[in-house]
């Protein structure tokens, strides 16, 4: 592939393993970069970078309380409210009373939310094929599965896992002695 960096092609210009630099080192560039990649195209589509995390997350399906969602979020619950009221403003998500519970307020995303959040979706991950297109085909696809591996862990989990001192993966271990792998979802308490 012509223009591609070198290191990314040889896999002798790969570092030793022990003289790797830092994963956040590594990944606090690439996920600036990101990010402001994302800017321009959230603009186009009338939503700021909050307002499309909370598109995602009610995408998911419906929340019961902004705590929940905000928690969801890893966001602070007052500093949400601004964006939700603009969301609802613009038709991409819906605010409703709990029909258990009338103070509780049941978040959800509409059709026209989900709409745009596909949109900005599919805007966003057009700009990142650029990206992944320089790396070679297996290193793309590995690079792939380990982002959705990590990306189903917890917050917990993950912080378990580096406070453990173990390897990735390796947070909980059996009655021998030898370590278990975390599922994405799953949890090493018992």
Known sequence: MTGQDP???DE?????????PDLAAVLHPLTQALIDAELPVLAA????????VVLNALDGGPVRTQAALAE???????????TL???QAAGLISRQPDPGDRRVRLLAITPAGQARRAAV????????????????????????????AYAGLSRAELGRTLQAGQPAGQAGSTS?????????GATTEP
């Open 45 to 52: 589509h009338g939503l700021t970078m909050w307002g499309y």
């Open 12 to 20: 002798a210009a790969l570092p030793d393993e022990a003289a790797r």
């Open 176 to 184: 021998t002695g030898s370590p278990t792998a975390i599922r994405p």
């Open 72 to 82: 969801q979020i890893s966001a602070d619950k007052t500093r949400i409210i601004s």
């Open 85 to 87: 009221d603009r969301l």
């Open 121 to 148: 979706q599919a805007g966003i991950q057009a700009n990142e094929e650029h990206l992944l297109a320089l790396l070679p085909a297996a290193d793309r696809q590995g690079f792939l599965r380990a982002l959705r």
């Open 7 to 9: 290191a990314l092609r």
